[in-house]
């Protein structure tokens, strides 16, 4: 399986997961105001903690977004490109958003695919703060209150990256988690669901980075860092099945099914499972 060597030291925890009660929440994202405004306002009033959020047929003017890029130096094995503007209004087909809020301060980290105005196909990190709701959308939320999402730096990446955290008991249906470098992606949603007892659960929102893609069909995508985002995903019988879309480092969208055991975080993924079916806690090794 493909690896890439971190510039800090290596965590003993390859997994962070924490299981807490989580609801659906639907809500609309006003015109006029940033990504940033339009899904943390609504989250806070309702008490919201962390989240993962998805978006539909959402126009945004103007959108702006970096991709996954090479090493800025020896302090990041991957980084980000230089921002980029799309031209007049954007279509997003999908967007995913972890969402935590810490001391009424909002963290938010997006990834998502869209039509530019000219009708081609994009993908990226959108940078919340800089990019409009343009007409108003509908999103979905599947959220938790006995459970938050705060920023810190993780010295493995060297990056500032949102992890789990614990604010009340640990019980309910739903697991909030955060996946390390080079761990497989579809082996570790099993570890997680065998760790919370679910023979059955949904992938629910969910994004973050691959080490490259590999799909089902046979189709690679050669970079060694591509920012993803769940489009649907799930574990039957504890087998993970996840169908992803994959930006890759010029800003192309790919799609399909991720073979088992062959596609490892890049940097950080962040995973909401919504449990099913439960059997006997299991253990994480």
Same mark, same amino acid.
């Given at each position: 399986?493909r690896?890439?060597?971190?510039?800090g030291?290596?965590?003993?925890?390859?997994i962070e997961?924490?299981?807490?009660?989580f609801?659906?929440?639907?809500?609309?994202?006003?015109?006029?105001l940033?990504?940033t405004?339009?899904?943390?306002? /609504?989250l806070m #009033?309702a008490?919201?903690r962390?989240?993962?959020?998805?978006?539909?047929?959402?126009?945004?003017k103007?959108?702006?977004y970096?991709m996954?890029?090479?090493?800025?130096?020896?302090a990041h094995v991957?980084?980000?490109s230089?921002p980029?503007?799309?031209?007049g209004?954007?279509?997003?087909t999908?967007a995913?958003?972890?969402?935590?809020?810490?001391?009424?301060t909002p963290r938010?980290?997006c990834? #998502?695919?869209?039509t530019?105005?000219?009708g081609?196909?994009?993908?990226?990190h959108?940078?919340?703060?800089?990019?409009?709701v343009?007409? /108003?959308a509908?999103a979905?939320?599947w959220?938790?209150t006995?459970l938050?999402?705060d920023?810190e730096?993780d010295?493995?990446t060297?990056f500032m990256?949102l992890? /789990?955290?614990?604010?009340?008991?640990?019980?309910?249906?739903?697991?909030l #988690?955060?996946?390390?470098?080079?761990?497989?992606l579809?082996?570790a949603?099993?570890?997680? #669901?065998?760790w919370?007892g679910?023979?059955?659960a949904e992938v629910?929102?969910?994004?973050?980075?691959?080490?490259?893609?590999v799909?089902d069909?046979?189709?690679?995508?050669?970079d060694h860092?591509?920012?993803?985002?769940?489009q649907?995903g799930s574990?039957?019988g504890g087998?993970?099945a996840?169908?992803?879309a994959?930006?890759?480092?010029?800003?192309?969208?790919?799609?399909?099914?991720?073979?088992?055991g062959?596609?490892?975080v890049?940097?950080?993924?962040d995973?909401?499972?919504?449990?099913?079916r439960?059997?006997q806690?299991?253990?994480?090794?």
């Amino acid at each position: 399986m493909r690896r890439l060597v971190q510039p800090g030291p290596v965590s003993a925890e390859r997994i962070e997961m924490l299981r807490g009660p989580f609801e659906r929440l639907s809500f609309v994202l006003g015109s006029g105001l940033t990504m940033t405004a339009a899904i943390s306002r /609504p989250l806070m #009033a309702a008490g919201v903690r962390a989240a993962t959020v998805q978006i539909a047929g959402l126009v945004l003017k103007p959108l702006r977004y970096v991709m996954p890029g090479p090493a800025d130096g020896p302090a990041h094995v991957a980084y980000f490109s230089a921002p980029h503007a799309a031209a007049g209004r954007s279509l997003v087909t999908l967007a995913n958003v972890t969402f935590g809020c810490v001391d009424e301060t909002p963290r938010l980290h997006c990834h #998502a695919m869209w039509t530019d105005a000219d009708g081609s196909a994009r993908g990226g990190h959108i940078l919340l703060d800089e990019s409009l709701v343009a007409e /108003p959308a509908e999103a979905t939320a599947w959220t938790f209150t006995a459970l938050g999402i705060d920023a810190e730096p993780d010295p493995e990446t060297n990056f500032m990256l949102l992890r /789990p955290e614990r604010l009340g008991p640990d019980t309910g249906s739903g697991v909030l #988690a955060r996946i390390r470098p080079n761990e497989d992606l579809c082996n570790a949603i099993e570890t997680i #669901a065998r760790w919370a007892g679910l023979r059955d659960a949904e992938v629910r929102g969910s994004l973050g980075s691959l080490i490259g893609a590999v799909f089902d069909d046979g189709r690679v995508v050669p970079d060694h860092a591509t920012e993803v985002l769940v489009q649907s995903g799930s574990v039957r019988g504890g087998i993970a099945a996840i169908d992803m879309a994959v930006v890759d480092m010029q800003g192309r969208v790919h799609a399909g099914r991720l073979v088992r055991g062959e596609n490892p975080v890049c940097i950080t993924f962040d995973l909401v499972l919504e449990g099913g079916r439960s059997s006997q806690a299991g253990s994480t090794q």
